[in-house]
């Protein structure tokens, strides 16, 4: 083979800004294979377009993806990449902005307390009787299914059309963030006595609820976004265990006021947690 237009792997890693032991990494994962190998010394050269493809290498492994999805996104071509990396950029983001949530939470219990940014009160809560749908998930999948899930309900109540008892509300069985999955439930509360709902697609139930009593806060406009909205969970788990209560079922996030916008400054979102006192629970 005519070499003159080849490079041999020590001048292709100065160029490509990959040590020599990555490059011979990437070739047996099928990363970047050099363009030819010498039989007989067993010595890779490459040609002077892979200087490109290496970088690009270099670089997404920078983002912290794994070799196999390099390779993976390298041969799948410009347009599955740029995707890739529009997915990875909002992913990034969607992180430092929890990170940033996150420290100023912290900040702020250190200066005044998580009892003075949330009030904490506690009401009770009838029986109800609720359309439900559920799906195990992490945040990530949580606004999507929410849609998804209450135009289902919707649309069941319609066709009763049944009388609502209340504001619609979310059920966490666990945490729901970027890094668990948890059952969680959308639920619209409608009344018992008059018209009942009929032709129940798949996954929607209707399910009793216990009356119950709830330690409660609220919350608006971006406070009521994830993640800020971690902070009112937060504060109400905080007052339920200061106070030696205990936790009595799954957290709720109540829509007592929604435009459909996360972030709207019109929205109104309670946290409201089942309580139990100790008595209850031995």
Do not use: K
Not at 42 to 69: C, I, K, N
Request: aromatic share 8%; hydrophobic share 40%.
């Amino acid at each position: 083979m005519d070499r003159r237009n080849l490079l041999p792997i020590g001048q292709f890693s100065q160029a490509a800004g990959l040590s020599v032991t990555a490059l011979r990494h990437y070739d047996a994962t099928g990363v970047l294979v050099p363009a030819y190998v010498d039989p007989v010394s067993g010595y890779r050269y490459f040609r002077r377009d892979q200087v490109r493809t290496a970088q690009s290498v270099r670089a997404l492994r920078q983002l912290d993806l794994p070799v196999e999805e390099v390779r993976r996104l390298l041969a799948g071509g410009e347009e599955e990449l740029t995707a890739a990396l529009q997915a990875h950029l909002r992913a990034a983001e969607r992180r430092l902005e929890v990170q940033r949530s996150t420290v100023h939470g912290l900040l702020s219990r250190l200066t005044e307390g998580a009892g003075m940014t949330h009030r904490v009160t506690v009401r009770a809560g009838g029986a109800e009787r609720i359309l439900v749908r559920g799906a195990t998930l992490g945040n990530s999948g949580l606004e999507a299914f929410l849609r998804s899930a209450y135009q289902q309900i919707y649309a069941v109540a319609g066709r009763g059309p049944l009388t609502f008892t209340g504001p619609a509300f979310v059920r966490f069985h666990g945490v729901c963030d970027d890094e668990n999955e948890t059952l969680v439930e959308a639920c619209l509360p409608f009344w018992e006595h008059g018209a009942q709902p009929t032709d129940l697609p798949e996954g929607v139930d209707v399910r009793e609820l216990p009356a119950t009593t709830l330690a409660c806060t609220e919350v608006e406009g971006a406070a009521a976004a994830f993640p800020q909205i971690l902070g009112a969970y937060d504060a109400v788990a905080e007052w339920v265990t200061g106070r030696g209560f205990a936790f009595a079922g799954p957290v709720r996030m109540v829509y007592r006021r929604w435009t459909g916008v996360p972030d709207h400054p019109e929205n109104r979102v309670e946290i409201a947690w089942p309580i139990a006192g100790p008595a209850d629970h031995g």
